[in-house]
């Protein structure tokens, strides 16, 4: 069994230095500590490490776990134990332990987006709102002041009010818009994201675009109505700042799967593209890849490079 797993034969030497030199070279000094410490303190040998297998050259996860034995004047004989394959085990820690990366780096990232959102806001908020409703205190308070009862200066003093009213409402409504659209309340997804990509369209008239979205499509859960809306919205504002692209396309439908009815949402364009290995640094798509998963779908990234990207979202429409 123990050739097996090393992948020598019978005429193999079963020897230390032999041993030592399947051994990887990153792994052989800690091993050759190991056998030291062993001797010297007379206990177990208990090691994780790496071979390079003779016969076909793959490497392998071992774990040797072994006991000396000693003659009767306590000088060592030999190592007696068991020797397991454990590769397969290494593997999956070591995806676990990509996976566990990857969501502590999107964690980092959610609260530094976080911290700029509330900075923003609160520099949108004392910009915007701060000089009118300073407006509105000087224009009441001239009106306090008109003993007079001029009508001219009262008013002009009641339009000045009624102006400044008007565009705090102005900043009030695109905040709350920013924070929660409400064309996903008053109408369908399909009506919703019409919406968003004619807006996005009028900002970018360079680029052409195209959108298939049936009216009579409904969207059950208005936590998908929100994902659906803000992964296309995630999708252009990428498209905008990096893609170069000419033509884009947008097309949203259902389908019936044994488990129920899907959505499907794909976003492609013809753009420069990206290279796959550094999109899953950027907080773009490991946010849009966190929306969809917390609703048990999926998200698919295709891109090369200049060849254009493709979105594709599957999730159950519940």
Not at 8 to 35: F, Y
Not at 46 to 61: L, Q, V
Not at 132 to 144: N, V, Y
Request: hydrophobic share 40%.
């Amino acid at each position: 069994m123990l050739e097996r797993i090393i992948g020598v034969g019978p005429e193999h030497e079963h020897t230390t230095d032999a041993w030592l030199q399947m051994v990887h070279a990153d792994d052989r000094q800690k091993v050759v500590d190991h056998v030291r410490l062993t001797v010297r303190d007379r206990g177990i040998f208990d090691c994780e490490y790496r071979i390079i297998r003779p016969r076909d050259g793959a490497i392998r996860w071992l774990h040797g776990l072994g006991e000396l034995e000693c003659a009767a004047d306590g000088q060592p004989l030999r190592l007696i134990g068991t020797v397991q394959d454990i590769t397969e085990r290494k593997h999956a820690e070591k995806a676990t332990q990509a996976l566990l990366d990857e969501n502590t780096r999107l964690v980092r990232r959610l609260i530094a987006l976080q911290e700029r959102e509330r900075a923003d806001l609160a520099r949108e908020l004392h910009d915007e709102l701060s000089q009118h409703l300073t407006a509105i205190r000087a224009f009441a308070g001239a009106l306090q002041r008109n003993d007079r009862c001029d009508p001219e200066a009262i008013r002009r003093s009641a339009v000045a009010i009624d102006g400044s009213a008007h565009a705090i409402y102005e900043v009030s409504h695109r905040l709350m818009e920013g924070l929660h659209p409400s064309v996903l309340d008053a109408a369908g997804i399909a009506e919703a994201l019409a919406s968003l990509i004619d807006s996005w369209g009028q900002q970018h008239p360079e680029i052409e675009w195209q959108a298939s979205l049936p009216s009579n499509l409904v969207c059950e859960g208005k936590q998908l109505r929100v994902t659906l809306y803000r992964v296309v919205q995630e999708c252009l504002s990428n498209i905008a700042r990096h893609a170069a692209a000419h033509r884009v396309r947008l097309i949203l439908g259902n389908r019936w799967s044994a488990e129920g009815e899907l959505l499907r949402l794909v976003v492609r364009d013809d753009g420069v593209g990206m290279e796959m290995d550094a999109a899953h640094a950027g907080f773009g798509l490991l946010g849009m890849r966190e929306r969809v998963l917390a609703l048990g779908g999926t998200l698919q990234v295709s891109s090369r490079k200049g060849g254009g990207t493709r979105i594709r979202v599957i999730a159950p429409n519940v």
